[in-house]
């Protein structure tokens, strides 16, 4: 049998895991996914956040290996943020009103 810490992140057979969360929070996945969509959820999840600290390691490695970015740097990111959390937001209210699924890069509610 592998050491599990020798597998690859989507490598292995599925394990159970318990994991406490405020019941608002498992009571909106399951309203989005449904109960049989609830595992992938998570995985999908606890995968974005495995991405964004390895996204964040690597920016503070290349910010001491060539200093901070410059505040023009800065406002730039800071608009496309901006720019992308106004998307968001029209897509949402979009969904709201029933017209469409918008561009689709948020997770679908299960069938």
Same mark, same amino acid.
């Given at each position: ?33 449904? =109960?049989?969509? !609830?595992?992938?959820?998570? &995985?999908? #999840?606890?995968?974005? @956040?495995?991405? %964004?600290?390895?996204? $964040? ?20 990111? =800071?608009?496309? !943020?901006?720019?992308?959390? &106004?998307? #968001?937001?029209?897509? @949402?209210?979009? %969904?709201?009103?029933? $017209? ?12």
């Amino acid at each position: 049998m592998e050491d599990p810490e020798q597998l690859g992140k989507d490598e292995g057979p599925a394990q159970k895991v318990s994991v406490s969360m405020p019941a608002g929070r498992i009571a909106a996945v399951k309203a989005r996914v449904g =109960a049989r969509g !609830f595992s992938a959820y998570v &995985s999908a #999840a606890v995968e974005r @956040q495995i991405q %964004r600290d390895l996204l $964040e390691e690597l920016l503070q490695e290349k910010e001491a290996e060539i200093g901070p970015p410059t505040p023009e740097v800065q406002e730039w990111a =800071a608009e496309i !943020f901006r720019e992308a959390e &106004s998307m #968001a937001a029209h897509e @949402q209210a979009a %969904r709201s009103q029933g $017209e469409g699924d918008g561009p689709g890069w948020h997770a679908h509610k299960a069938s």
